[in-house]
């Protein structure tokens, strides 16, 4: 488990630089008409709305990832929290902030939700 541990904290890390760089490239974006032409705005907007875009999508990666330290601490890491089966080695070290074994997960996808 410590492996698991090691994987999580370095993805935890590289996560948290990846924001702190959106932040930056998220930010307003000044519309000085004397230093940017019409298309020019449109990327520099465009951008900007991707890295917001992004930025939720690591954030939420952040907070699975949080949750499966604090699963690991308390001796859940490895377990569907669906149906409690082992979640396989393979399926933790590609996803190691997983939650749901394989089965579940399709399932989760194919419905929508889990009921």
Do not use: T, W
């Amino acid at each position: 488990m410590n492996d698991y541990k090691s994987m999580l904290d370095k993805l935890k890390a590289e996560l948290e630089d990846e924001l702190l760089q959106l932040a930056e490239a998220a930010q307003e974006v000044v519309l000085d008409q004397q230093s940017f032409g019409r298309l020019s705005r449109m990327d520099a907007i465009q951008q900007q709305e991707m890295a917001k875009s992004n930025m939720v999508h690591v954030e939420d990666r952040l907070r699975e990832i949080h949750h499966a330290l604090e699963r690991l601490a308390e001796d859940d890491y490895g377990y569907c929290e669906n149906c409690g089966d082992d979640i396989s080695e393979e399926r933790l070290l590609i996803k190691p902030e997983a939650k749901l074994c394989i089965s579940c997960q399709s399932l989760f996808e194919k419905k929508g939700s889990m009921d």
